[in-house]
């Protein structure tokens, strides 16, 4: 097997990347502040749910949407207010 040689600019580099994506991310998530209006897919990662679930919860009447042109729009507040609603407390 044929062996790379690595060299401390190559590791500098990946150092410089891996900082500049995690700052990325960071900034992203520290600020607090979320878009008004999120996309399905959106909703989904951020509940970690199917694409059918997110179906029914809308269909039921759980989760209200803006519906523009092909693409389901859902008010971050709104989402929020579901989940707390659906919050089970286990502390007794």
């Not at 900082?19 to 909703?43: A, D, M, N, Q, W």
């Amino acid at each position: 097997m044929p062996k790379e040689i690595i060299t401390t600019d190559d590791l500098m580099n990946f150092k410089l990347e891996l900082f500049e994506e995690l700052k990325k991310l960071l900034r992203e998530h520290s600020t607090g502040i979320h878009k008004r209006y999120l996309k399905s897919s959106e909703v989904r990662k951020l509940l970690d749910i199917s694409w059918g679930t997110l179906q029914n919860i809308r269909i039921n009447g759980n989760l209200p949407y803006t519906k523009i042109g092909g693409t389901v729009f859902y008010d971050w507040e709104d989402v929020q207010r579901v989940m707390e609603k659906y919050k089970i407390d286990n502390i007794d």
